[in-house]
């Protein structure tokens, strides 16, 4: 069964410095996700992509966040300079169509811990 | 966007059916709802969905009563592999495309 991946598994960064996470999206998807949760809360939507644009994005996803679809089978997100509370894990989905009630396929996610 | 009530949390023992049950009371008609699950440090994964009526899976059941405010997922014969949260979603078509996940019930199953 195909499946959402996403690199690195666990990623460790220090305050103010650059980080970018890395999926990538089940092959003929083309609606794409990002989501996070940090530990012991819920899971939190941060943006969706389509047709190399955002299309949604939530209050969280502000200008120190960044996706792109660098080429045909990537999807990153971009973190601009991480602050502690950016600690989560990140999780990608894909969904075949965009439908709102197309299922979204998940990947396994990246722990990222701020120090 | 509807508003989703579940358990915070659920005990069952190895081979029993579980049912969860959600309340959406304000759910609109081109809502449809959704169950995903999630183990421990992994990403939610779906297990159902339905609009009405009663859907099954070689998963679970999804049992929906006609006013469509509350629904059920029925998890037969469960084993310890089934321990984690259950979120129940709503949305419709003409919804966002973000998922809006709940605290969800967490499921403990014991041997």
């Known amino acids: 069964e195909p499946e959402v991946t996403q690199t690195p598994s666990h990623q460790v960064t220090q305050m103010g410095q650059e980080v970018i996470l890395r999926c990538v999206p089940i092959s003929n998807h083309l609606y794409f996700y990002w989501y996070r949760q940090i530990l012991g809360q819920k899971v939190e939507f941060l943006v969706s992509?389509?047709?190399?644009?955002?299309?949604?994005k939530s209050e969280i996803f502000d200008d120190q966040f960044s996706v792109e679809r660098p080429d045909g089978s990537n999807f990153t997100l971009k973190i601009r300079s991480t602050k502690l509370e950016d600690s989560a894990m990140y999780f990608c989905?894909?969904?075949?169509?965009?439908?709102?009630?197309?299922?979204?396929?998940f990947g396994p996610g990246t722990r990222l811990l701020v120090l | 966007l509807a508003k989703t009530t579940q358990p915070i949390s659920m005990d069952s023992y190895e081979g029993q059916e579980v049912n969860i049950t959600c309340s959406h009371n304000n759910i609109a008609t081109n809502d449809y709802i959704t169950w995903y699950q999630q183990f421990p440090s992994q990403g939610p994964r779906f297990i159902i969905q339905g609009y009405k009526t009663k859907v099954t899976n070689e998963v679970a059941s999804l049992f929906i009563p006609a006013d469509r405010k509350s629904s059920t997922l029925s998890l037969p014969r469960v084993s310890l592999s089934d321990t984690a949260v259950y979120y129940c979603l709503v949305g419709g078509y003409t919804g966002r495309r973000a998922l809006t996940f709940g605290s969800g019930t967490r499921l403990q199953v014991q041997p």
């Open positions: 989905a894909s969904s075949a169509s965009g439908r709102v009630v197309e299922t979204q396929y």
């Open positions: 992509f389509y047709n190399n644009e955002i299309s949604e």
